[in-house]
């Protein structure tokens, strides 16, 4: 795919580290239900939730992880305080400092935004997409997704950006009095709900997420050691 599949670099202006982790699940949260996949990668387990609700993106993934595809792939971008990002199938045998990401699944998913239900907190697996320009619809990359860390929020920089989103979306979105209060508690990255299907969420390994978005980083946001899903399977079902 084009550069633009990769997550908008103007978003991450003003971000900031995040405050420490305490624990491994996401805080303030109960697991959601749904069908739950294992990533072992080389700094440690991550086990995520798919969300029912979002059915294209869920049975999507469990196809992928049942064909191995996101098995050997790196962390190919991975911003402080912002994400980490994977599913790109040059990074599998790449060669190190080479700029990833710009090649995909050759389809993309139709978008399932699911706002207030699932917004961009901490811990959240999104999809990648290419940019409203050239996706006005915001279909989803068929491969690359990120998993959200972010930062914590004032309520005036997220009523702003309430309002924001709901002016654009002509009053159909709005966060909730229970996003901002994750938000401000917990932390995420608000700025790109509307915009982007949230599908599932880390269930555990959140510390995991943190130690991966903290590692060193080239100018192309590639981690100088390379960061990799070792495998991807999914709880109570053999991998073919």
Not at 6 to 15: A, E
Not at 35 to 62: A, C, Q, S
Request: aromatic residues 8%; charged residues 25%.
């Amino acid at each position: 795919m084009k550069n633009a599949v990769l997550i908008l670099l103007m978003l991450l202006c003003g971000l900031a580290q995040g405050l420490p982790l305490q624990g491994q699940t996401v805080a303030g949260d109960l697991p959601r239900q749904g069908k739950t996949v294992l990533l072992e990668t080389t700094m440690g387990n991550i086990r995520i939730v798919l969300y029912d609700d979002t059915p294209l993106h869920r049975d999507n993934f469990l196809k992928l992880v049942d064909e191995h595809y996101y098995d050997s792939l790196l962390f190919h971008r991975v911003i402080r305080g912002f994400m980490i990002q994977t599913g790109a199938p040059d990074s599998r045998h790449a060669e190190p400092g080479a700029f990833l990401g710009l090649r995909d699944k050759d389809y993309t998913l139709e978008a399932e935004i699911r706002l207030p239900q699932h917004f961009h907190k901490r811990g959240a697996v999104a999809a990648a997409r290419e940019g409203d320009r050239t996706n006005p619809e915001r279909r989803s990359s068929g491969g690359q997704f990120y998993i959200v860390w972010g930062t914590t929020q004032s309520t005036l920089a997220l009523e702003r950006m309430s309002q924001k989103l709901d002016s654009l979306s002509h009053g159909t979105m709005s966060f909730s009095e229970e996003m901002i209060d994750y938000y401000r508690k917990v932390g995420g990255s608000p700025h790109l709900d509307g915009q982007y299907t949230v599908f599932g969420e880390v269930v555990e390994g959140l510390d995991v997420v943190d130690k991966i978005q903290q590692v060193f980083t080239d100018d192309y946001n590639r981690p100088v050691d390379d960061v990799r899903i070792i495998r991807a399977t999914v709880d109570g079902r053999a991998s073919r």
